[in-house]
């Protein structure tokens, strides 16, 4: 068992999130992955804003087909159990999870966090294989193309969590982004060793790629493409389920109404217009048995701070439409959004679109819920 390959992260992690209260069953992701894992040498990645539940579904997908341990204690009890494949895909796969966004406090350079991943990966290596030890000079990618050389069997399923997580950090300079590009491409594209790599991340590889590097990848972000978008998010019918459970729990004391949970999270569209809930709001709120905003901060908030603050575009005359419940035409663009090179409107509000900040729905935007009408408020006190 190692850090990357076959490591038992997944599953503690996965197997304590199906204990939970509030958890909904959405295994049948793994169905759809099936098809593709049988054809080998196949390229999904998922993008969606944060609190989306990306990570949950990484930890179940590698929990799932890692070979190193037995896991149908947990999915046994899940909807995927019932279906065909089940059995023929349980636990068969050598499985490298690596989540980007996984950095010690030391790293402060693009050369101490791609020399980490690849010291680690190396390492699982070679305790999973000792037969091939790396000369000195040797890569991951030089160990991972002996291992299939010896043996062809030999295929991996990986998973990348948050792989654009690198470009959001400050020490990042425009070369190191084309080499990281490099890095993965090297790695994953026309390898044989390679059985399904399944990336997520916030923005598009359209973003940030010249389209060579990883265009072997499908895409399915949540504005364009419907497939997968019931997997990333509550739907009003799992929503209902949370409630029932919710008022059976706090029967004495209930805080919540479900019109409440409507009016709070709701607003979020598929490209079908099937509605849907932010997850990670919905269950703290039902945990806590309050209706309050519980979206969290990071570096894309001060990000769109900037334009709204610099009024660039003449986006706040906008925005304070769409505080009074007016949705604004713009056309999405979903791999523009990057913090400080945004001209135009439509950029900007693409941009807030795909860090979670307003919802698109027939090529319009607007805030979706109280939850971040309270987000703007924050703002608006800040300039």
Same mark, same amino acid.
């Given at each position: 068992?190692? $850090?990357?390959?076959?490591?038992?992260?997944?599953?503690?992690?996965?197997?304590?999130?199906?204990?939970?209260?509030?958890?909904?069953?959405?295994?049948?992701?793994?169905?759809?992955? %099936?098809?593709?894992?049988?054809?080998?040498?196949?390229?999904?990645?998922?993008?969606?804003?944060?609190?989306?539940?990306?990570?949950?579904? !990484?930890? =179940?997908?590698? !929990?799932? %087909?890692?070979?190193?341990?037995?896991?149908?204690?947990?999915?046994?009890?899940?909807?995927?159990?019932?279906?065909?494949?089940?059995?023929?895909?349980?636990?068969?796969?050598?499985?490298?999870?690596?989540?980007?966004?996984?950095?010690?406090?030391?790293?402060?350079?693009?050369?101490?966090?791609?020399?980490?991943? *690849?010291?680690?990966?190396?390492?699982?290596?070679?305790?999973?294989?000792?037969?091939?030890?790396?000369?000195?000079?040797?890569?991951?990618?030089?160990?991972?193309?002996?291992?299939? @050389?010896?043996?062809?069997?030999?295929?991996?399923?990986?998973?990348?969590?948050?792989?654009?997580?690198?470009?959001?950090?400050?020490?990042?300079?425009?070369?190191?982004?084309? @080499?990281?590009?490099?890095?993965?491409?090297?790695?994953?594209?026309?390898?044989?060793?390679?059985?399904?790599?399944?990336?997520?991340?916030?923005?598009?590889? @359209?973003?940030?790629?010249?389209?060579?590097?990883?265009?072997? %990848? =499908?895409?399915?972000?949540?504005? #364009?493409?419907?497939?997968?978008?019931?997997?990333?998010?509550?739907?009003?019918?799992?929503?209902?389920?949370?409630?029932?459970?919710?008022?059976?729990?706090?029967?004495?004391?209930?805080?919540?109404?479900? !019109?409440?949970?409507?009016?709070?999270?709701?607003?979020?569209?598929?490209?079908?217009?099937?509605?849907?809930?932010?997850?990670?709001?919905?269950? $703290?709120?039902?945990?806590?048995?309050?209706?309050?905003?519980?979206?969290?901060?990071?570096?894309?908030?001060?990000?769109?701070?900037?334009?709204?603050?610099?009024?660039? !575009?003449?986006?706040?005359?906008?925005? $304070?439409?769409?505080?009074?419940?007016?949705?604004?035409?713009?056309?999405?663009?979903?791999? #523009?959004?990057?913090?400080?090179?945004?001209? #135009?409107?439509?950029?900007?509000?693409? @941009?807030?679109? $795909?860090?979670?900040?307003?919802?698109?729905?027939?090529? #319009?935007?607007?805030?979706?819920?109280? *939850?971040?009408?309270?987000? %703007?408020? *924050?703002?608006?006190?800040?300039?």
């Amino acid at each position: 068992m190692g $850090v990357y390959l076959n490591s038992g992260t997944a599953r503690t992690l996965y197997k304590n999130e199906t204990k939970k209260p509030y958890f909904i069953d959405k295994s049948l992701l793994l169905e759809e992955l %099936f098809p593709f894992v049988k054809e080998g040498s196949n390229y999904i990645c998922i993008t969606r804003p944060r609190r989306f539940g990306k990570t949950v579904m !990484a930890n =179940m997908i590698a !929990a799932f %087909f890692s070979n190193a341990h037995d896991t149908a204690d947990i999915f046994g009890k899940l909807q995927i159990s019932k279906r065909s494949g089940y059995q023929t895909y349980l636990n068969r796969y050598p499985v490298i999870h690596i989540p980007l966004n996984d950095i010690t406090r030391q790293c402060a350079s693009y050369e101490q966090y791609i020399t980490r991943i *690849e010291t680690r990966l190396i390492r699982d290596l070679k305790k999973a294989y000792p037969h091939i030890g790396p000369d000195q000079e040797d890569s991951a990618i030089d160990m991972l193309t002996d291992l299939y @050389a010896e043996d062809s069997s030999i295929r991996f399923i990986f998973i990348l969590d948050e792989w654009d997580f690198i470009f959001h950090q400050p020490y990042v300079t425009e070369t190191e982004k084309k @080499a990281y590009l490099s890095f993965l491409r090297s790695l994953l594209k026309d390898r044989p060793y390679v059985q399904l790599a399944y990336m997520t991340g916030i923005l598009p590889i @359209a973003k940030y790629s010249s389209g060579s590097e990883l265009n072997m %990848f =499908m895409e399915y972000t949540m504005a #364009t493409e419907e497939k997968y978008s019931t997997y990333f998010g509550f739907t009003e019918k799992e929503v209902d389920i949370l409630f029932e459970r919710y008022q059976e729990k706090c029967m004495d004391n209930p805080q919540i109404t479900r !019109a409440g949970l409507k009016t709070w999270y709701d607003g979020y569209h598929t490209k079908s217009n099937q509605r849907i809930y932010n997850p990670r709001s919905v269950i $703290v709120s039902l945990t806590n048995n309050n209706l309050g905003n519980y979206w969290t901060s990071s570096g894309p908030y001060d990000e769109i701070f900037y334009y709204i603050k610099n009024n660039i !575009a003449a986006v706040r005359e906008d925005l $304070v439409r769409m505080i009074s419940g007016v949705s604004i035409p713009i056309k999405i663009r979903e791999y #523009t959004a990057s913090s400080m090179s945004l001209q #135009t409107k439509d950029e900007i509000f693409s @941009a807030m679109v $795909v860090y979670g900040f307003l919802t698109s729905e027939k090529e #319009t935007v607007c805030i979706p819920n109280k *939850e971040l009408m309270e987000q %703007f408020s *924050e703002i608006s006190n800040r300039i």
